[in-house]
Structures are given as C-alpha cells and as structure tokens.
C-alpha cells in the first residue's frame, strides 16, 4: 500500500512516499487493515511536525492522500487527501461503512443505498396466492358451457367437485395434496347409492349424509360410480395443469383399483324369463296409460337405445329411408343432446315393431298436433326427457318381482348388445353402429374401413327380434293423453 507524504513533511521523511505491506491480507481485512494504517500515519504526521520548533509556529495540520483503493462492493476511491484527525476518523467510519455487509440500514431507502455505493436491496418476490377451489370451479364449468358440453355432464361434474370442496375443504388449489384425494375417497366408501333421491338424505350436508349412511344398512356406491367420480376430478385437476394454474395434479400420486375390480359389471341383461315377465299380462294396463310407456318400452327393448335418446324422439325423427324405417338418433332441435358424437346415428326398426302398429302411432301424433313423439314426458334441464320414463319403468319392474339394482331400463341396451355379439354373432362394428358406441377399430384403419351399410344394420336388428311378442296398437289408443300434451304445450306458451 502506498501513502502520499504531506510535503511539508518530505524533507523531514525524506521521501514521497511511504509504502507498507498488508503482509497477505486480502479482502475485508486488508481494506480495514488500509484504513487503520492511514489513521495511524496521520497521528504520526502530527506528532513529527509538533517536534519541529518551526512547525511550532505554523498550525498544526495534515496533508497526505491516498493515490486509489477499491473497495469489495466495486467501489474504487481516488485521490484521497487528509488534512486532520477529524478527516481521517471520517474517512475510516465512511470506508467501514461504505463496505458493509450489512444493507438493513438502507432496506428501505433504496436512494440512500445508492448514494452509498450499494445496490438496493430488492424485496423478496412473493408467491401469488392460489386461487381457492369453488373459483376455478365456477370457470371450469363456465369453460365446458361455452364448448357445449352436455348439461348432464356439467352436472355430474359440479356434483362431484362440490362434494370435493365440501369435504376436504374450499382451499386454494396449489395446496390440494394426493392426501386430500386420499381423504375423499375414504369417505365416499361410506356414500350411500342415489342419496339424492332418499328422503331420508334430503337437506343434509354431505358429512352429514356419511355419518348417517354410516349408522344404517344402506347400499354404497358401485366401483363404477366412484370410478367415475375419480375421472372427473381427474379432468379438472389435468385442466388446472394445462392452464398454468397448478404445476402438478395431486390425483397423480394416487395408486388405482384394478382395472378388473373397476370395470365391475354395472348393469347386466334382461334374461329370458324377466322378458316374458316384463311383456307379459301386466304389460298392457300398465303401459296403455302414457304413450311413452307403451312405445318407450318398445323402443328400448327392440333398438337398444338410451332412455333419453328415445324420450327426446321428434316425429320428423322417424323416417323412411332407401327403404328401411327407422330412427334419427340426433340433436337437430334445441332441446336434443347426445351423450357423444359416435350417439348420432340412424337405427333401423324390427319389423316386429311395425306390425305392431309403431307407424299408426305416429300418425296419431301428428295428426294431434304435437311435435314431440312422447310430449307428455316433461323435461328436466340437466337430464332431458327420460327421467320419467326410466323411473315408472323402475316402478313397474319392482312390481314384478325383478328387484336387483342393477335392474333398470339400461338393461334392453345390454340385452341387445350380447344377444347381438354372443348369440348371433354379428361383428362388433355393426353392434357398435346400432348402438351409438365409438367403433373399435385400430389406430391409422378408421380412415379405411367404411361403416357397415344400412342393410346390415336392419339385418341386425330383424335377427334380434327383438324375442318377445307385443300388443297390437290400435289408431286413436293415445288420443286423449296426446291432445292433454297440446293443452298444456299452448298453456306454456302462452304464459
């Protein structure tokens, strides 16, 4: 280190400078050990000249500099000069200080930061805070409406996250954990079948629900069920990750059931013997009372479609076509819907139907003035039109001995479908194009194979059946409960 000799004090030195080493000091130590060298040889500055009888008669005064130092911070100083103790002190407080460490001085001042040669101190960045569940609910839900998807689907969907949110709690979605996943489905292995639809049930909170549940003998959910349940939550928490909401879906750390356990049989087929029961003496006072039970059934059991694809039938929806009479399966009108787009499709009839008098039926329909083939079915805005039919179907089974769960109008679906496969074997894709299900065809072949011609769906249907024999309908059967159906249609309108 080298120091600048006042010059008054040359003569007396005899040089002009002094140089000392920091004997391997680096850093702090050796910039401190600097400031304290330049403190000391300024003391002794004073003292030479108080020595000098001359000087006696001068005051007192010191005169050094120092020629640069850099400091740890970048900071470089330049021609330093010190004229008195009190330069001195303030120099080595200000190099102590300008070379600090410690920025809490400063923390929020970050001009004086500047001023002192420190960069300011920026505040630590702050995570945003997660948005609770119930917010991203409501625009996940908003998201599917705009991208139309089926209103029974947004349903299910708010029925399965509400009950996330009301048992695990409304927390914010980064800290949703696999545990809170966990938890849930504990829980729901205490959730009864159909709550919403015992009494018993009603107007309780779902812990609530549990702890009853847990206190009767009451059916629980189907694999199935709580399968489905995990799907959708599944689609929601792998939406929040496309989105950037969340960075991973917490239901990834989750083991699942077996595919064997979760493909648990849900519904199982009519056997020959519920057939002769369902189509036997009782059928007729039963299903001559509303049309929808008489040709509903009908319908169900020979075309093996869904309850609301039939309850929501048009009669522009029956049609003749290159010969063939059948159904439009479609969503041509506002209150139509389809459960996917492998459900639009066109079902040719069994002759058996016709001779029973289908035709006349609709002729019936029209000629009252209605454009609903089964306007007495009222509407429910989440599920369509066949709530009411599937439930008297229920009712009506129940009656008649036929008293499993899995027992329901679904079940003509299945029948169809195994007696088309099993026992007559018909090819997958034609049972598939009959039944609106996605044709299983591999990957890079769907571009290829052409769908099955009309004539092999009707042979397919004609082979069916379907195996039981019918009432005849007579012309004018429905007339009162049709022309009721325009009354109260007029009625609404007018309102």
């Not at 489905?228 to 699942?256: C, T, Y």
């Not at 479609?305 to 009669?315: F, K, P, T």
């Not at 009506?396 to 329901?408: A, E, N």
Request: with cysteine; net charge positive.
């Amino acid at each position: 280190m080298r120091f600048l000799i006042p010059q008054d004090l040359r003569p007396v030195v005899g040089s002009r400078f002094l140089v000392r080493s920091l004997k391997g000091l680096t850093g702090d130590r050796a910039r401190l050990a600097a400031a304290q060298l330049g403190m000391a040889l300024s003391q002794q500055f004073e003292r030479l000249r108080l020595l000098d009888d001359d000087m006696k008669k001068k005051p007192p005064f010191l005169d050094f500099g120092i020629q640069a130092v850099t400091l740890r911070n970048g900071v470089q100083l330049k021609g330093i000069d010190i004229a008195s103790k009190k330069d001195a002190k303030l120099f080595a407080d200000f190099v102590r200080d300008i070379d600090s460490d410690d920025d809490t001085e400063f923390a929020d001042d970050p001009l004086m930061a500047v001023a002192h040669g420190r960069t300011p101190r920026r505040p630590a960045p702050t995570a945003p805070a997660s948005p609770l569940l119930s917010e991203r609910l409501r625009v996940y839900v908003d998201d599917m409406k705009r991208v139309g998807r089926a209103p029974k689907n947004i349903l299910d969907t708010q029925f399965t996250l509400g009950l996330f949110i009301e048992l695990v709690g409304d927390l914010p979605i980064g800290q949703i954990q696999s545990a809170h996943f966990r938890s849930f489905f504990d829980l729901m292995e205490s959730w009864p079948a159909n709550a919403s639809k015992k009494k018993e049930f009603v107007g309780l909170s779902p812990a609530e629900v549990i702890a009853k549940a847990r206190q009767g003998d009451y059916a629980l959910l189907e694999s199935r069920t709580k399968e489905k349940h995990r799907d959708r939550l599944a689609s929601f928490f792998n939406q929040m990750v496309r989105e950037g909401v969340i960075d991973r879906a917490p239901h990834l750390g989750m083991m699942h059931p077996r595919k064997a356990e979760s493909e648990k049989i849900t519904r199982t087929p009519f056997d020959p013997a519920e057939i002769e029961l369902i189509f036997g003496p009782a059928f007729q006072p039963w299903a001559t009372k509303w049309p929808h039970r008489f040709w509903g059934t009908i319908l169900g059991f020979a075309t093996g479609a869904r309850v609301n694809e039939i309850g929501q039938l048009y009669v522009q929806d029956v049609e003749e076509t290159h010969g063939v009479v059948g159904i439009h399966i479609r969503a041509s009108q506002p209150d139509q819907r389809l459960k996917n787009a492998s459900s639009s499709r066109f079902v040719p009839l069994p002759q058996r139907v016709l001779d029973a008098g289908f035709l006349a039926f609709v002729e019936d329909v029209r000629r009252t003035g209605n454009a609903r083939l089964f306007p007495n079915l009222p509407l429910d805005k989440n599920s369509g039109y066949g709530d009411a039919l599937s439930d008297q179907f229920r009712a009506y089974v129940k009656k008649l001995g036929i008293t499993g769960r899995l027992k329901s109008f679904h079940c003509f679906r299945h029948t169809l479908i195994t007696a088309l496969h099993n026992e007559h074997g018909f090819p997958a894709t034609v049972v598939q194009e009959v039944t609106g299900h996605e044709r299983s065809i591999p990957n890079g072949l769907s571009h290829y194979i052409q769908p099955n011609t009309l004539k092999a769906r009707q042979e397919a249907v004609d082979t069916y059946g379907p195996p039981a024999q019918f009432p005849k309908y007579e012309s004018g059967m429905f007339d009162a409960e049709l022309k009721r159906a325009v009354i109260v249609s007029n009625r609404k309108k007018g309102s």
